[in-house]
């Protein structure tokens, strides 16, 4: 299938990455030879020059594009025949006049790339075989600066049909050894066909985020790595802003559902606390803490009568996404308040102390971005679980009279759970007695009250 015909196509943006993206997916999956241009300037040129026109044009479309007009025209014109897929996100109201009598064109919403895309550019294979079958498909070392390692074998291409192997899966490939390669005049590798369709799954999966952010660079982990590392890989900061992809999203909305579960067949507080200790790795200490911390504050909010559905949610889905971008660090999980935290600082790395230092507004941004099935305000309580009655919190350093009674209820519950969980010996007495001196505030007196109660059950 090396020689099957190709069928010429054109990309049209100014956003090199998503060029790049976008012939790899096409000559990946298609017999397709892709052209790329960064302006419709550009495009025009070389448009005019052609007798043969492309089968397909994929044109980025960007509000601001002052050749907008030209260009469609030029194609309305000279290139009836031709495909146009524009990608938009958002298009002004006169680019619609423009181009709502022009049937040759499809506007294709650009967070559906690649896939749709892909199914589109299918239709112009109309008398060659569209599928592209090759065993080892061509990855442009520009496309591969936009990922962030390759833990997969590349190959460089010797004469018509040999392939070397130039980094192997458990090299961790990344921008220094590519670049190495681009000096030297490299301008493409090769990786086998599962490879290819592997990363173009990851695209798929990571594609929103790719479009909001400059300097996003897609997160491709192979299989050697830990599940930890790959687990923390799925939480991205971009732009000092935490993003998840959908993937990972839907893992922690199933999470979010055995949490419910759990909380439900809680009864006995003492028990429960007590039975936290089964933590043997850093993966069940995550996991202690959310059930402890859950069940905890719910049956704190039904000893209270705040027992409506809405609070029973609002009080799981924060304590299980609380502390989610620490949830492979238990030495930072094990770090009750600020308090503690400038006791152990100097033990820290500079990333460790700034990741915990934000993790209460980080956890409340996942919640309030990308969790909408969670009840109103409940990132408040994300944001709010560290602080304090005194001020000697985190992150606002809010005194008492700032912190509403459910989160109260919450902080108490993520100290206490926490507790229970590093003592050598807890009892719900002793902790009584030590929380006491930490709490003492009204709205939080009456959380201690409750639970006291529920310890006499």
């Keep these: 299938m090396a020689n099957a015909h190709k069928v010429p196509f054109l990309v049209v943006s100014s956003n090199q990455y998503l060029r790049g993206i976008i012939k790899f997916v096409l000559e990946t999956l298609l017999h397709a030879d892709v052209t790329e241009l960064e302006s419709e300037e550009k495009a025009l040129l070389y448009l005019k020059g052609l007798t043969n026109f492309p089968g397909m044009i994929i044109y980025d479309y960007e509000p601001n594009a002052y050749l907008l007009e030209d260009f469609v025209m030029h194609l309305k014109k000279s290139a009836k025949d031709v495909r146009i897929v524009i990608l938009i996100d958002k298009i002004r109201e006169e680019g619609k006049e423009l181009l709502k009598d022009i049937s040759q064109i499809t506007l294709m919403d650009e967070t559906l790339l690649p896939m749709v895309l892909v199914d589109e550019a299918k239709k112009v294979f109309t008398d060659h075989e569209a599928e592209n079958k090759d065993e080892y498909c061509q990855v442009e070392l520009r496309f591969l600066n936009i990922l962030d390692g390759v833990n997969k074998n590349l190959f460089i291409k010797l004469g018509s049909s040999k392939f070397v192997r130039i980094f192997n899966e458990d090299d961790n490939t990344g921008a220094d050894d ?7 005049g490299v301008q493409q590798f090769y990786v086998t066909r599962a490879t290819a369709l592997w990363v173009i799954e990851q695209v798929q999966k990571q594609i929103n985020l790719f479009l909001r952010s400059s300097n996003f660079r897609f997160i ?15 939480i991205l900061r971009i732009n000092d802003e935490v993003h998840i992809d959908n993937e990972f999203k839907e893992v922690i909305d199933q999470a979010i559902g055995k949490v419910k579960k759990i909380v439900e067949t809680q009864k006995n507080v003492e028990a429960l606390l ?11 200490y995550y996991n202690a803490k959310v059930r402890g911390t859950a069940s905890l504050a719910c049956l704190l909010a039904k000893q209270l009568d705040w027992s409506s559905r809405m609070t029973i949610d609002k009080l799981i889905f924060a304590s299980t996404l609380c502390d989610i971008t620490l949830c492979i660090r ?14 152990v600082k100097g033990m ?4 460790e102390q700034k990741m915990f230092l934000q993790h209460p507004k980080e956890g409340a941004e996942l919640i309030k971005n990308y969790f909408t099935s969670a009840p109103p305000e409940t990132d408040i309580l994300a944001l709010q679980h560290h602080e304090m009655p005194s001020g000697d919190g985190f992150p606002g350093k809010i005194k008492a009279e700032r912190i509403a009674p459910l989160s109260a209820l919450f902080i108490i519950a993520n100290h206490c759970a926490v507790y229970f969980l590093e003592d050598e010996a807890p009892s719900m007495q002793d902790y009584l007695l030590k929380a006491e001196s930490k709490f003492d505030s009204a709205n939080f007196r009456k959380v201690l009250k409750a639970l006291e109660k529920l310890k006499k059950n």
């Design 178 to 184: 590519i670049q190495k390669y681009m000096s030297k």
């Design 220 to 234: 491709l982990r192979g299989a050697n790595d830990s599940p930890e590392k790959r687990f923390e890989q799925k």
């Design 274 to 284: 007590s039975n936290l200790k089964d933590h043997t790795d850093i993966s069940n």
């Design 330 to 343: 238990p030495h930072l999980l094990k770090i009750p308040s600020l308090e503690e935290f400038e006791k």
């Design 348 to 351: 820290l790395k500079s990333d």
